[in-house]
């Protein structure tokens, strides 16, 4: 489900998204904002194919629908490739874009790059991972941040589940006619489940609690994340 929606919403052509920015102006004073405390559904949709011990591709794709899942919000697709230098580390660069849904609303894209560590403690994998971000609107806004995470993963007993909990960080560095203050602009917090299905693919579930800030006030937004990883080899 989440594959076939990515596919027939990452169909839409940007340009069919762009508008003035006195579209942009009328859909904000219409109440298009998410409200404070919103209950969001994320589907996630990860490709991954090892293209030798060195060199991987993958595919990400987020679907947002916000205002008590009830209205699509953004779509994001992010390919790239990863390159494994060490046991542990790997450093990764791609393209990523942020389509915004209702219509009028800027979108955004641009590259990103990520340096990323593995590692497994007995029955715990960590994994750490900074990236950044040079996103570029639409309407000539330029928004460059960096995003580092943490996240750990065990097994629960002698079950095919696993618990997940992980921490994000988005630090605005550039923030060129975003509305934006530099500095830390919102956090994501993570607690979930995961369950391996076939050899290839597995499955997660899990909550996230998106706390932000705008317009000098803190707020947040309560996601229900729903994730498929597909592993091609």
């Not at 975003?178 to 995961?194: R, V």
């Amino acid at each position: 489900m989440a594959c076939l929606l990515s596919m027939v919403f990452g169909a839409v052509p940007a340009t069919a998204q762009q508008h003035s920015s006195s579209h942009v102006s009328s859909a904000a004073t219409n109440g298009l904002a998410t409200p404070n405390g919103d209950l969001w559904l994320v589907n996630a949709l990860g490709i991954e194919y090892d293209i030798n011990p060195k060199w991987a591709f993958h595919f990400d794709a987020l679907m947002e629908i916000d205002r008590d899942i009830s209205r699509l919000r953004e779509l994001e697709v992010r390919p790239g490739f990863e390159y494994a230098y060490a046991p542990h580390l790997a450093v990764a660069v791609g393209y990523v874009q942020f389509q915004r849904y209702p219509t009028g609303l800027p979108s955004r894209r641009g590259p990103f790059e990520d340096l990323l560590y593995r590692n497994q403690f007995g029955p715990v994998a960590f994994a750490g991972r900074l990236r950044t971000e040079q996103l570029f609107y639409d309407n000539g806004s330029v928004l460059i941040r960096t995003r580092p995470l943490v996240g750990v993963r065990t097994p629960i007993g002698d079950s095919s589940w696993e618990f997940a909990i992980s921490d994000e960080v988005f630090i605005d560095l550039k923030v060129d006619r975003t509305g934006h203050q530099t500095g830390i602009h919102h956090n994501k917090a993570y607690a979930g489940f995961g369950r391996q299905i076939t050899e290839h693919m597995k499955f997660s579930v899990g909550y996230e609690l998106d706390t932000f800030e705008r317009n000098n006030v803190v707020r947040s937004v309560n996601q229900i994340r729903l994730g498929i990883l597909y592993k091609l080899n």
